[in-house]
C-alpha cells in the first residue's frame, strides 16, 4: 500500500484532503498512554517491550482520525546501543550513566548493528506493521546526529547544552568524529526500520536552533545531509519518503532542502506561505501549528487550523502537524477537534497545482 494520503503529500502528489499525523501523539496526555505505562512499569520497559510499545502506537489511532501512527520510542534508543546507559529519572528526563566527557570516551564509540543491538525496535515496527495492516502507514524515526550528540555530551536534557556547544570550539576533531559516528549509526538505524516496515522517515533535530548560522552548517547541517545521503543511496529507501524536521532552523530551509530529503518538518515560528515561497517546489512542507493552540476553544481550533491550511495554500505537498510534540496536559477531545477539522478543511486544497 503506497497509496495513502500522508505518502502521496510526501512525493507532493494531488490528495483528496490534507493529510494529519501529531508528533508525539502516543504520549500521556492520553489516559490508555498512561495506563500501559503504568502497567510497563516505566517509560524505557514500554519502549523496550514490542508488544507494549505496539499497543500504544495504535491507541491514537483508535481515537483520532490520523493519517499515519510513528513508531513508538525515543532518539536516545541510539546512544544507549553505543554503550552510554540510558535511563529516565521520573519528572527529571533522560540521564546517561555514562556521558562523553573526553576525547577518549569518543574516540571508543563504534556505530551499533541495529539487528543486535536495537532489535527491540525492529521487532516492534515489524509486529506493528502487522497490526495495522492497511489502516495507515507506519513512520519511523531517528535524532539527528547533532541532537544526539548533545544529549551524549551532557549527560542529560538541558536548556542551553553549554557543554556539547564548548566542544566546538575546545574539540572540533572529537565533535566531527562523535557527529560523523552518529551520522552512520542513525543511517543504519534507518534502514533497518524500512526493512522492518517502515513507510516513511522522520529525523528530529530538536536542538538545531541552538546553533549560530555558521555553526549550524558546519555541526548540524553538514551531517543531516550525511544521513540523507547515505539513507536515500540504499535501494531499500527508493518509496520510502524522508522529512527533516530541524526545530528552530528557518534561516537554513534551503540548505535543508538540498539534503536530498523529501519534505521538511517546521516549528510554529515561520508562516507556511514564507516556506513554501523559498523551497515548495522542492520538497513538501509539514507543520506547523504552535502546539498551545490546544489549549484554545474548539472553535478557535478550528479557526486557527484553517488560517494553517490556508497560509500553505491550494496545490500538493502539504502534511498537517503541529510545530513540536503534544504537551500532556491537552485535552484528548481537543486532538479529535484539530484532526476532524484538517479533513473538514482540508479538502480539495491538496489538488493541482
Ligand atoms: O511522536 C511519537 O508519538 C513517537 C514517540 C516519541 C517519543 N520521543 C516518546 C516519548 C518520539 C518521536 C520521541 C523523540 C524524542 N525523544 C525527541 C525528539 C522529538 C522532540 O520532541 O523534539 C527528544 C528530544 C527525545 C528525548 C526525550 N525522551 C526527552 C527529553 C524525554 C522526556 C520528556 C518529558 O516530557 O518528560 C523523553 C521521554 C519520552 N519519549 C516520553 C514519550 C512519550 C515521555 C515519557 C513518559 O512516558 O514519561
Not at 129 to 148: K, N, Q, V, Y
Not at 296 to 318: D, M
Request: hydrophobic letters at 45%; glycine letters at 10%; aromatic letters at 8%.
Amino acid at each position: 500500500m503506497n497509496d495513502f494520503r500522508f505518502l502521496r503529500a510526501l512525493r507532493r502528489e494531488p490528495v483528496d484532503t490534507t493529510p494529519v499525523w501529531i508528533m508525539r501523539q502516543a504520549g500521556r496526555y492520553l489516559p490508555e498512554y498512561r495506563a500501559t505505562r503504568a502497567r510497563a512499569g516505566s517509560f524505557l520497559a514500554l519502549a523496550k517491550t514490542p508488544e507494549l510499545a505496539c499497543e500504544v502506537t495504535l491507541q491514537p489511532l483508535a481515537r483520532f482520525e490520523l493519517d499515519a501512527a510513528i513508531l513508538f520510542s525515543d532518539i536516545l534508543t541510539v546512544p544507549d546501543a553505543m554503550g552510554l546507559g540510558l535511563h529516565f529519572v521520573e519528572g527529571e528526563g533522560p540521564k546517561f550513566a555514562r556521558p562523553l566527557r573526553s576525547a577518549a570516551d569518543i574516540a571508543r564509540l563504534g556505530v551499533p548493528d541495529p539487528a543486535q543491538d536495537l532489535r527491540y525496535v525492529t521487532d516492534a515496527v515489524s509486529l506493528i506493521r502487522r497490526e495495522l495492516g492497511d489502516r495507515a502507514p507506519l513512520i519511523g524515526f531517528a535524532g539527528s546526529p547533532w541532537t544526539l550528540a548533545c544529549y551524549m555530551i551532557e549527560g542529560e536534557g538541558s536548556s542551553s547544552y553549554a557543554r556539547a556547544k564548548a566542544m566546538m570550539w575546545n574539540d572540533p576533531v572529537s565533535l566531527h568524529r562523535l557527529l560523523d559516528v552518529n551520522a552512520r549509526a542513525v543511517a543504519a538505524y534507518l534502514l533497518a526500520q524500512i526493512e522492518a516496515g517502515a513507510q516513511a522517515l522522520q529525523v528530529f533535530d530538536t536542538w538545531g536552533g541552538l546553533l549560530a548560522p555558521a555553526a549550524f552548517r558546519e555541526f548540524s547541517q553538514r551531517y543531516l545531509h550525511q544521513v540523507a545521503a547515505l539513507v536515500k543511496a540504499d535501494p531499500r529507501a527508493r518509496d520510502v519518503p524522508l522529512i527533516l524536521f530541524s526545530k528552530g532552523a528557518n534561516g537554513h530551509l534551503e540548505g535543508l532542502a538540498a539534503s536530498g530529503c523529501d519534505a521538511l518538518g517546521l516549528d510554529w515560528t515561520i508562516g507556511l506561505d514564507e516556506a513554501r515561497a523559498r523551497v515548495g517546489d522542492r520538497v513538501a512542507l509539514q507543520g506547523n501549528l504552535d502546539p498551545a493552540t490546544l489549549h484554545a476553544s474548539p472553535e478557535a481550533i478550528r479557526s486557527e487550523v484553517q488560517a494553517t491550511l490556508a497560509s500553505y495554500g491550494r496545490g500538493p505537498g502539504h502534511v498537517f502537524n503541529l510545530g513540536h510534540g503534544i504537551t500532556p496536559d491537552i485535552d484528548p477531545a481537543h486532538v479529535a477537534v484539530l484532526v476532524d477539522a484538517v479533513h473538514e478543511y482540508g479538502r480539495g486544497m491538496g489538488n493541482g497545482k
